[in-house]
């Protein structure tokens, strides 16, 4: 682990070391050269050893959201089940209407997780090609019980499961190949600690054999086209090759700590916050039970404005999210992902502490 000090809790971006942005320095090769396809032949494996796949990862030069679309028009031909628990699951949802697809949604308050029960009840009364979800719904710090959701969806239906990990991807349990996923999607700013521009996703091969049937899949948002250009090591465009470089380094320190100790890092720095929150009055905004190892969204004790904490913090150096949406006003997001260490949080809610005691 890095022994760099980090104040900076962004649900995403998150904290980058700096051996991860120096590498970035390294030269613009070409990317239909052998040197190019040597240094994606060997991210290949270890994206694999991310995502729990042996199937097909990719690299799309974007942030997710592009994928997200992309995931829609390549295999989606009419109808699609929104799962929403908050605004980044409901982006699924605007993403189908917008490109013209018969959108249903199944949606929980804010603060819960998705009930696979209700996906059930959903899929008894109508076909759908796809369901849609985020594992971790970053404006409300909730994570969802993706396997059970995964599990019913094949359990009642044939639908492919498209799935938003973009704040749990190296943060908490994915697992592509037995939990059936379809397409898995993670931007490269979240629990990867990855610098923004890079998206790491998986395709099944049914949802290839799927997306074959769909016609007008478009050029820069066709997973297919991602797929074949992947199979020859390389990408569709011109990739941002830097990002690629600090990806490199990236996956070796994600393969030294190992997949299972970073999930459990995870989880100890939530149940760490949990602790401080109670002890300080915070309560969280995400229900018992569905709380993100990767994000904790608290609202402050009475009295303290969530939007005042966080600019007090940041004169401190210490970098919080804000409320997200409608909750802006009354919560606050801490990131505890990424390469962020137990010591890290001590140290801000250390600053926390000075900050509630003197306002
Ligand atoms: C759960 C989730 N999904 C999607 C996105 C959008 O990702 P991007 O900005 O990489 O397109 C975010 C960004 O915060 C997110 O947290």
Not at 35 to 43: P, R
Not at 57 to 69: C, G, R
Not at 185 to 206: C, D, I, M, N, Y
Not at 228 to 244: E, M, N, Y
């Amino acid at each position: 682990m890095s022994e760099e000090e980090i104040r900076f809790f962004l649900p995403g971006p998150t904290y980058v070391t700096e051996d991860v942005r120096r590498a970035m320095t390294g030269p613009v090769i070409g990317h239909r050269s052998a040197v190019f396809k040597e240094l994606y032949n060997s991210l290949t494996p270890r994206l694999q050893q991310v995502t729990r796949t042996k199937g097909d990862v990719m690299l799309a030069t974007s942030s997710a959201t592009l994928v997200m679309e992309s995931a829609i028009r390549s295999t989606v031909r009419t109808d699609v089940l929104n799962l929403v628990c908050g605004a980044f699951s409901e982006r699924w949802h605007a993403i189908s209407k917008l490109v013209g697809r018969q959108a249903d949604r199944v949606s929980v308050p804010w603060g819960e997780a998705v009930d696979p029960e209700l996906v059930r009840s959903a899929l008894r009364r109508k076909r759908y090609e796809a369901v849609t979800m985020a594992h971790n719904e970053t404006s409300t710090g909730v994570i969802n019980p993706l396997r059970e959701i995964a599990a019913v969806v094949h359990e009642e239906s044939d639908a492919l499961v498209l799935v938003d990990t973009v704040s749990s991807l190296a943060g908490a349990p994915v697992e592509v190949d037995e939990w059936g996923l379809d397409v898995v999607l993670a931007s490269s700013q979240k629990a990867l600690a990855v610098p923004p521009g890079l998206t790491v996703f998986t395709l099944s091969e049914r949802a290839a054999e799927h997306a074959a049937k769909v016609d007008n899949r478009g050029f820069y948002t066709d997973l297919l086209r991602y797929r074949d250009k992947h199979r020859a090591a390389g990408t569709i465009t011109t990739p941002a090759v830097s990002i690629l470089y600090a990806l490199d380094r990236q996956l070796e320190r994600i393969a030294e700590e190992g997949m299972e100790v970073r999930w459990e890092r995870h989880r100890e720095l939530q149940q760490l916050t949990a602790r401080w929150a109670e002890a300080n009055g915070f309560v969280y905004a995400s229900a018992d039970g569905a709380r993100s190892p990767t994000v904790s969204c608290l609202q402050p004790p009475a009295g303290t404005a969530s939007p005042d904490l966080v600019q007090s913090l940041a004169k401190k150096g210490f970098t919080i999210g804000g409320g997200y949406g409608d909750w802006k006003p009354t919560t606050l997001r801490i990131g505890h992902m990424g390469e962020v260490r137990e010591r890290d949080l001590e140290g801000l809610f250390r600053a926390f502490e000075e900050v509630v005691s003197s306002s």
